[in-house]
């Protein structure tokens, strides 16, 4: 397994998009299947998006001025995932806006990853070397394992902990998790 940074966010890109497309290939009235999907995609985006707002975007933030406004916006695009899964999370599988609103999570997630891959990543890469870029991976796999259970479940924890050292707008969209009891 690579620990490049870049190759460990677009491993875990693919298996969203698997659970994405599996939720969408269960079927209209698959409520039990979709409720048990939804808690998969709610698991991975949250540890997901942790790795991205706690490692990675400070990273590039730092090392990469010029991509601020790229990392600004992908905290946007976090901060309404994290709203649209605390939505899903309180809402019933049977509900009737549900699907409805999981649509509108896997179009604004799947937008998000595509453009990270086809515009940001590319822009990181050339920015950085391959041994920063394995540092980063490697930190972002440590993270991993802390925030995720032996059995793959995301580990819970508070969900507006934030630390001192984290620069403000870190800070602000730490207090966002995609689920409380994802975290």
Same mark, same amino acid.
């Given at each position: 397994?690579?620990?490049?940074?870049?190759?460990?966010?677009?491993?875990?890109?693919?298996?969203?998009?698997?659970?994405?497309?599996?939720?969408?290939?269960?079927? *209209?009235?698959?409520?039990? *299947?979709?409720? $048990? &999907?939804?808690?998969?995609?709610?698991?991975?985006? *949250? #540890?997901?998006?942790?790795?991205?707002?706690?490692?990675?975007?400070? /990273? #590039?933030?730092?090392? &990469?001025?010029?991509? +601020?406004?790229?990392?600004?916006?992908?905290?946007?695009?976090?901060?309404?995932? @994290?709203? &649209? %899964?605390? +939505?899903?999370?309180?809402? $019933?599988? @049977?509900? +009737?806006?549900?699907?409805?609103?999981? *649509?509108? &999570?896997? /179009?604004?997630?799947?937008?998000?990853?595509?453009? /990270?891959?086809?515009?940001?990543?590319?822009?990181?890469? $050339?920015?950085?070397?391959?041994? +920063?870029?394995?540092?980063?991976?490697?930190?972002?796999?440590?993270?991993? $394992?802390?925030?995720?259970?032996?059995?793959?479940?995301?580990?819970?924890?508070?969900?507006?902990?934030?630390?001192?050292?984290?620069?403000?707008? @870190?800070?602000?969209?730490?207090? %966002?998790?995609?689920?409380?009891?994802?975290?």
């Amino acid at each position: 397994m690579s620990t490049d940074a870049i190759v460990v966010l677009k491993d875990e890109h693919q298996e969203i998009r698997k659970l994405f497309n599996d939720f969408r290939a269960a079927g *209209t009235n698959a409520t039990a *299947t979709k409720g $048990k &999907l939804a808690t998969k995609i709610i698991e991975k985006l *949250t #540890v997901h998006t942790y790795l991205e707002n706690e490692i990675m975007y400070p /990273e #590039v933030r730092n090392r &990469l001025p010029e991509l +601020e406004g790229e990392v600004l916006e992908s905290y946007e695009e976090h901060h309404v995932a @994290d709203v &649209l %899964c605390m +939505e899903l999370f309180a809402l $019933k599988p @049977d509900a +009737e806006r549900y699907d409805a609103k999981m *649509t509108v &999570l896997i /179009e604004n997630v799947t937008h998000h990853m595509d453009e /990270e891959e086809q515009q940001w990543f590319p822009q990181v890469r $050339k920015g950085r070397g391959r041994a +920063e870029l394995l540092e980063i991976g490697a930190r972002m796999i440590e993270a991993r $394992k802390m925030k995720t259970h032996p059995t793959g479940r995301a580990i819970r924890r508070t969900p507006w902990t934030t630390t001192a050292s984290q620069p403000k707008v @870190d800070r602000e969209y730490s207090r %966002c998790s995609c689920s409380r009891r994802a975290l």
